[in-house]
């Protein structure tokens, strides 16, 4: 009943233009990389010097504006580059009052810091006896000659499964920590995607296949990495299988597919609604896929928030999500939109009754699918 008050309030708010309180923050930490990956040019900018530290993180998330985030997505550049790292999401678990989830996607390269820091944020909320769960994935793209061309490094792949071994004993002791694989699908690895999932869900279940996107976010408007027409047969045949084997992922794989064969998106967005982007300086967007600051780090979040510029952001920004693939707030869509995540599994019981039983074994355990459910 949660759920579908919360759906129905959701579609009443799309339909006037209006946002919510966020939910979802997707908060990049830093621009600073030691990657160069081929699909992104951040690593390829001048150095940021005038980022937000814990202290100004502090003031500026106590804000009312963040009063409803549940869940909280670090990104980058390289999030664990940042030196305070530990003491930016420490001051997160003490301000954000609803905060039920943080995740993190590193490349791995900084295997001891990313550890270390882990290890003391775990036992920070363990300290406040707070009920918050902590996900890394790991970006692995293949194996290490392709991982390594891919993420412009020759060390790239050793520190990558280094890391994500240190990771997975930690996961090993400590019921509110998970890890996994992000492998990011683009024309260097896409004729060897089967392979890939074979040796990776051998070393997690908590695996995420995203195809490489243009974004301003990414800087990577001029880069040459996107999967070839010729080449999308390949792709959309690896999503159908993946439909099959990851029944609780299987909605958007669909979605992929379909955004593939038409190239536009059918399903919902919440970003400027329910979810919203902050930067390594402190400014606001509505999501990922623009560059359209809704405010800066000295106003008001929620002023701007409401106020008719972004109104009207809301009114045409289905212009941008037509053109865009991304699932960065996949977990808002299936417990906001739940009509249309429950229609596609009323209309798919095989797959429907696959994902019914992972719920129902992640729940006895308190698992990240019981916290999407009962949060």
């Not at 593939?260 to 399903?267: A, E, I, P, Q, S």
Request: aromatic share 14%.
């Amino acid at each position: 009943m949660s759920i579908l008050k919360n759906a129905i309030e959701t579609r009443k708010i799309l339909r006037t233009n209006q946002g919510l309180y966020p939910t979802f923050i997707i908060y990049e930490i830093t621009k600073n990389c030691n990657s160069r990956c081929v699909m992104c040019n951040i690593w390829n900018k001048e150095k940021t010097t005038d980022e937000l530290n814990y202290i100004d993180i502090k003031k500026i998330f106590s804000q009312i504006f963040f009063k409803e985030v549940k869940y909280l997505n670090l990104s980058g550049g390289e999030p664990f580059i940042k030196k305070d790292f530990y003491e930016i999401v420490k001051e997160f678990i003490i301000t954000l009052d609803k905060l039920n989830m943080i995740s993190v996607a590193t490349n791995g390269f900084l295997t001891n810091k990313i550890k270390n820091d882990i290890t003391e944020i775990l036992k920070f909320i363990k300290e406040q006896k707070k009920n918050i769960k902590f996900s890394v994935t790991v970006s692995i793209d293949g194996p290490s000659d392709i991982h390594n061309k891919i993420r412009g490094v020759k060390t790239a792949y050793d520190a990558a499964i280094s890391t994500f071994n240190e990771l997975k004993k930690l996961s090993e002791q400590a019921d509110n920590f998970t890890v996994g694989i992000e492998t990011v699908i683009c024309k260097y690895n896409i004729d060897n995607i089967e392979e890939i999932y074979k040796v990776h869900k051998k070393l997690t279940s908590h695996l995420n296949f995203v195809p490489a996107i243009y974004s301003s976010f990414f800087e990577n408007q001029d880069l040459d990495f996107a999967i070839g027409k010729e080449d999308l047969p390949k792709l959309i045949k690896f999503y159908k299988h993946l439909i099959k084997e990851t029944p609780h992922l299987a909605y958007f794989y669909e979605n992929a597919i379909f955004f593939l064969t038409r190239y536009y998106r059918n399903f919902p967005c919440l970003g400027g609604v329910l979810t919203a982007k902050i930067d390594s300086q402190g400014n606001l967007f509505p999501c990922l896929m623009t560059k359209n600051i809704i405010a800066t780090k000295n106003e008001d979040y929620s002023e701007k928030w409401f106020g008719e510029k972004m109104n009207q952001f809301r009114n045409k920004k289905g212009d941008i999500c037509k053109k865009c693939l991304s699932n960065c707030d996949m977990i808002n869509n299936y417990y906001y939109e739940f009509f249309d995540v429950s229609r596609y599994y009323a209309t798919h019981p095989i797959i429907s009754l696959k994902f019914l039983k992972i719920i129902l074994k992640d729940f006895l355990k308190g698992g990240y699918y019981a916290l999407m459910i009962s949060k």
